[in-house]
């Protein structure tokens, strides 16, 4: 649905300026596609599509799209799981959401379609941004540590594409030109194998809840992106607390795997200098940029798939960025 929004972005910003400013964020972006569970047939923007400029959907109509469609997509990511490891014996699903609400809640949905036992526990990690991947994988490892037989079902489902708005203005339009959909699926049990997660970190920035805000509006969730956020981290990550806390005071050059969520080029870019990497370092989360864009929670999942089909990882380091601003991380490498 890349090209469908930008052919939209470009009727809506009429100003010049903005306009020449929007094109060459956009061919900058390193974003090649995103994708969205509105319809395949027509453009959700064009005539008779989700977002037709005659009938602009509320918010109800957007949450009944998500209530059918987060589900199904996140059962297409455990059935893709399914075919690389064994499902049975599940014994906690975790899940995390920021982009829909329904109850009983997509986990209970999941549950059900799976057949899963009654007393699976459940949770549900909602509203925390782009970190909640973090929040939803340092839980599955919370659990097996205190149940070592546990074996934990974490999924991450957005559909960010839910929530288009109405609006000429550029930093609105250049925060929705980064967002698609996405899920994945992971299990995490105590068995030795694909990546041992290890020690947790979390940050929040003084001084920055401004910075990254979503509203509940009558026309769905309204994404409040400041341009100061990439500056605002590479601060972050420059000072002494980053490097004690995420990297266990190693050097950047001593990571030989980072999962960075790909939140944007920009983003990644301010990671890349702050922290002085090689320019390949960055290869996966650009990747996942180029084929995706950003999926909020969904987006380290598929950072850290790839990096478990790459080469052996010694030391790793899992990062994600979100509201508050707050970044937060843990510690990996490869288990076998």
């Not at 090649?32 to 109509?61: C, I, K, M, Q």
């Amino acid at each position: 649905m890349h090209p469908a929004f930008l052919d939209w972005a470009r009727q809506q910003l009429t100003g010049p300026r903005e306009a020449a400013l929007f094109e060459r964020m956009a061919a900058r972006s390193g974003i090649g596609h995103r994708w969205s569970v509105l319809a395949e047939d027509r453009s959700p923007t064009g005539a008779g599509g989700f977002y037709d400029a005659a009938n602009w959907p509320g918010t109800a109509a957007r949450m009944e799209v998500y209530a059918s469609e987060a589900p199904a997509l996140a059962c297409a990511a455990i059935e893709q799981l399914s075919a690389q490891v064994s499902l049975e014996g599940i014994t906690h699903l975790v899940l995390a959401s920021c982009t829909g609400f329904v109850a009983p809640g997509v986990d209970q949905i999941i549950a059900r379609r799976l057949g899963l036992a009654p007393s699976v526990e459940r949770l549900l990690v909602g509203f925390m941004g782009c970190y909640a991947a973090v929040a939803a994988l340092r839980s599955a490892r919370h659990i097996v540590r205190s149940e070592p037989a546990a074996r934990v079902l974490v999924v991450t489902v957005e559909l960010s594409t839910l929530h288009l708005q109405q609006t000429s203005d550029l930093e609105a339009m250049l925060a929705m030109l980064q967002f698609g959909d996405g899920a994945a699926a992971a299990l995490v049990t105590g068995d030795p194998a694909g990546f041992a997660l290890g020690q947790p970190f979390a940050a929040t920035l003084p001084d920055s809840h401004e910075l990254i805000r979503w509203a509940i509006s009558d026309t769905g969730f309204v994404m409040h992106l400041s341009g100061e956020v990439p500056g605002r981290i590479a601060e972050a990550l420059a000072g002494e607390a980053f490097s004690a806390a995420a990297m266990g005071g190693h050097a950047p050059g001593e990571i030989d795997g980072w999962a960075v969520h790909a939140g944007g080029r920009s983003i990644l870019d301010a990671v890349e200098r702050s922290l002085a990497l090689p320019p390949a370092a960055l290869d996966h989360s650009r990747g996942v940029l180029a084929e995706c864009g950003n999926m909020s929670s969904a987006t380290l999942m598929f950072v850290l798939a790839r990096l478990l089909a790459g080469p052996r990882v010694s030391r790793g380091v899992a990062l994600a960025f979100g509201p508050g601003l707050a970044s937060e991380g843990f510690a990996f490498e490869s288990a076998v």
